[in-house]
């Protein structure tokens, strides 16, 4: 499965941007599907997944509340709507597929390319 992210972009502190992930091949309709972010110099981290059904979600405890994941197209999207955006989660973020929710990014089988987002005034 070929995953494509697209949606990042320049937003000021508090600014919001909807990020999308779509399958360029296959389907995702039966993967759970998460976001991650890596920042320059960091270890790319969780930020958030949802399972195949739509069901179930899962968040970093940093953007609960201010970030939500979906599903879309009969399934075979996913977005992740970031609200209240802060400097420090300037990063490229990137969609995974997998089987199973999870946080986990080595469980995680297909990646997509990857966004940037930078949150700056």
């Known amino acids: 499965v070929q995953l494509q992210a697209s949606g990042g972009g320049f937003v000021q502190p508090g600014g919001s941007l909807r990020l999308s992930c779509v399958p360029s091949?296959?389907?995702?309709?039966?993967?759970?599907m998460g976001w991650f972010r890596q920042a320059p110099g960091k270890e790319r981290e969780f930020v958030a997944a949802?399972?195949?059904?739509?069901?179930?979600?899962d968040f970093t405890d940093s953007v609960k509340g201010r970030f939500t994941i979906s599903r879309g197209r009969a399934n075979n999207m996913a977005y992740l709507q970031m609200n209240s955006l802060k400097p420090v989660e300037t990063a490229v973020y990137y969609c995974?597929?997998?089987?199973?929710?999870?946080?986990?990014?080595?469980?995680?089988?297909?990646w997509g390319r990857g966004t940037q987002v930078t949150v700056s005034s």
């Open positions: 091949q296959r389907t995702i309709v039966n993967y759970a």
């Open positions: 995974a597929a997998t089987n199973m929710l999870t946080m986990n990014p080595e469980e995680y089988h297909y």
């Open positions: 949802i399972s195949w059904t739509g069901g179930s979600t």
